[in-house]
Nanobody, 125 residues
C-alpha cells in the first residue's frame, strides 16, 4: 500500500521552528517529485514548497521563501520541511504529497498522485 506519513507538527511560539518529516512507502520514491502543502481553517489548500525527484531543484511559494527549507533523502524515502521564524499565519495542517515526475518539480497540486494524512502545526503568539 502507498503511504506518506507526515510527522513533526506541534505547538510552537511565534518566532520558533519546527521540522516536518514525511516517510514514504509503497512506491518508487526516488522517481517522484514531492511537495508540501498546507490548509488553514476556512481556507483553501495552498502550496508551500516543491522539489524534483533527485532533490536539486527546490521551489518555494512566496510564503516560504527565506524561512522554510525543503530537503529529501531518497535512500531513506523521506522528505523534510524545516520551518523557521514561524508566525501565526503558518498555523495549518501540513501535507506532503508525491507526483510522478523524474524531471522537474510540480507546482500544481492536481499533478500529485499520493497524499499524506497531514500534521497539525499551531503557532501561538
Amino acid at each position: 500500500d502507498v503511504q506518506l506519513q507526515a510527522s513533526g507538527g506541534g505547538l510552537v511560539q511565534a518566532g520558533g521552528s519546527l521540522r516536518l518529516s514525511c516517510a514514504a512507502s509503497g512506491f518508487t520514491f526516488p522517481d517522484y517529485a514531492i511537495g508540501w502543502f498546507r490548509q488553514a481553517p476556512g481556507k483553501e489548500r495552498e502550496g508551500v514548497s516543491y522539489m524534483n525527484s533527485n532533490g536539486d531543484r527546490p521551489c518555494y511559494a512566496d510564503l516560504a521563501k527565506g524561512r522554510f527549507t525543503v530537503s529529501r533523502d531518497n535512500a531513506k524515502n523521506s522528505v523534510f520541511l524545516q520551518m523557521n521564524n514561524l508566525n501565526r499565519e503558518d498555523t495549518a495542517v501540513y501535507y506532503c504529497a508525491a507526483g510522478d515526475s523524474t524531471s522537474t518539480y510540480l507546482a500544481d497540486e492536481t499533478e500529485y498522485e499520493y497524499w499524506g494524512q497531514g500534521t497539525q502545526v499551531t503557532v501561538s503568539s
